[in-house]
């Protein structure tokens, strides 16, 4: 294994030009593609944001008994869809209403009766905010006796999920069209560097070398030349980020993890790409 390190290193210190070359490919490579990984990453975000507006209301019919609401909300509380009920009273609704709706203040404030109707709002878990979902407790909400309507905006819901599934189509389909470029690339950068020791390859094969103990120097040289261009589009992608935020709008970045599996996507095509270009130039010698 020391053997095998030593000759990997040596070759960054023989052809330091054709490494730094590598390096470089394989960093613009995945910072393009890391790019993308952020504007999928801001999207996933914003959904998840309107996501979260899905609510489901029950509007409550007057004279309804006080204990008879409590209990339904006990009984929705536990549905394992919903994340949270909240009971607003009429006299929470019109105070809310005067709040939100500024234009019509004076007209509230003439009103001789509360006509806005007591309600039970609703706030579903993630997973559960699709319109499938939405429409199931729904549904289950209006077999309570005293609800008056449900209303939770099927329109807007089932917007809201074709705008998730046009995301996901379109982060899959791009993200594999940069991740195809890259490795093509990635590996025909490799490739430059095998040429580039075939005779020293001639060689090891006339003293009787086997094919495991060549490609061996030439798989880690790749798996570390694909680590290093990771990391730097990590960082290019970071210097990214902030040049956004501090320009255009704020955004997310990757997550720790999201990272690291930058940086091992890179080492990963590194090495697939090592273990091809040798594989081949092996099959010639």
């Known amino acids: 294994m ?9 070759t960054f210190k023989r052809a330091p030009l054709l490494s730094a070359l590598s390096v470089t490919t394989i960093a613009f490579s995945l910072f393009v593609l890391g790019l993308f990984g952020l504007v999928v990453v801001n999207l996933q975000d914003a959904l998840r944001a309107i996501e979260e507006r899905v609510e489901i209301v029950a509007y409550i019919l007057p004279g309804t008994p006080a204990e008879a609401t ?27 209403a005067r709040a ?13 009766r509360n006509p806005l109707p007591a309600s039970i709002e609703v706030k579903l878990k993630p997973g559960f905010r699709d319109a499938d979902h ?17 209303r939770f905006g099927r329109d807007w819901v089932e917007n809201v999920d074709r705008l998730r599934g046009l995301a996901a189509a379109v982060g899959i389909v791009v993200g594999a069209a ?47 030349k694909g680590l290093l261009g990771g990391l730097v589009a990590v960082g290019l992608s970071f210097g990214a ?17 999201q990272a690291l599996a930058i940086v091992g996507f890179g080492a990963v095509i590194g090495l697939l790409g090592s273990a091809t270009s040798v594989g081949r130039h092996l099959k010639r010698v």
């Open 2 to 10: 020391n053997l095998t390190l030593r000759e990997a290193m040596l």
């Open 70 to 96: 409590a209990q339904a909300l006990k009984d929705i509380q536990a549905f394992p869809e919903v994340q949270g009920a909240n009971y607003v009273s009429e006299d929470d609704a019109l105070v809310r």
């Open 100 to 112: 939100e709706l500024v234009e019509l203040r004076d007209v509230m404030e003439e009103l001789e």
């Open 134 to 150: 939405v429409s199931i407790v729904a549904e289950r909400m209006r077999g309570f006796g005293f609800v008056d309507d449900v």
């Open 178 to 224: 940069f991740a195809v470029v890259a490795i093509i690339i990635i590996g025909t950068t490799i490739r430059m560097a095998v040429l580039q020791r075939s005779r020293e390859i001639a060689i090891m094969r006339l003293v009787g070398a086997t094919d495991g103990f060549i490609r061996r120097p030439f798989l880690l040289q790749g798996a570390i």
């Open 241 to 257: 980020y902030l040049l956004i935020n501090r320009y255009l709008l704020q955004s997310a970045f990757f997550t720790n993890g």
